[in-house]
């Protein structure tokens, strides 16, 4: 008589349970690359008392800069090469030769350093609709190549080194001595200007 050998089944209840916990495992224990955005200080709000007079003279201490459709750059009224707008943006905000057409200097108190003549300029950033995403980044890039260059030419001045190259204290120092204040507007048809 052959008799059928009956196969045990395989119990499979716990299956799920421990496929949950290793899918908790992994996403607990695994890093994800946060990927973080450019930083932008934007300039403070206007004080409510603030004269109506002032904005005539706050305009010196704005810098446009326009990125138009065909990928051309505009800083103030007149055309520009990307590989010319960092020293164009390090000329404006520290205004060497005190000209009454860039920004004013105030001077101002930085604890641990004492009194510097801080820029209050300001870089407005206008791109167009159909400014490429290159030529945008590349924008960005010399903009913030610029203040990073004069925040390393003030950190040689005075520290004997580069600014990350100093302390967390020094480096709040430097920043609050060259302020970064880049503000973007909203895109909008900047035009195909040549």
Do not use: W
Not at 73 to 79: F, H, K, N, R, T
Request: proline residues 6%.
């Amino acid at each position: 008589m052959g008799s059928k050998k009956k196969v045990p089944a395989m119990n499979t209840s716990s299956t799920a349970d421990i496929a949950f916990l290793l899918l908790c495992y992994f996403l607990m224990t695994t890093t994800m690359g946060s990927q973080t955005g450019l930083s932008r200080r934007l300039p403070p709000m206007p004080d409510k008392d603030q004269k109506v007079e002032d904005q005539k003279v706050n305009r010196r201490n704005i810098i446009q800069v326009k990125i138009n459709s065909a990928d051309r750059i505009l800083a103030g009224s007149e055309p520009i090469d990307v590989s010319q707008l960092k020293d164009k943006i390090k000329e404006f905000l520290t205004n060497p030769a005190n000209d009454p057409n860039l920004p004013e200097k105030e001077v101002q108190n930085i604890e641990g350093f004492g009194d510097y003549p801080v820029s209050k300029g300001i870089i407005s950033l206008q791109n167009d609709r159909g400014t490429s995403y290159q030529a945008y980044i590349a924008v960005q890039n010399e903009l913030v190549k610029a203040v990073n260059e004069l925040r390393d030419d003030f950190s040689r001045r005075n520290y004997n080194k580069v600014f990350s190259q100093l302390t967390e204290d020094e480096q709040g120092i430097v920043k609050k001595a060259i302020p970064q204040f880049i503000s973007e507007a909203e895109p909008k048809d900047v035009g195909r200007r040549r």
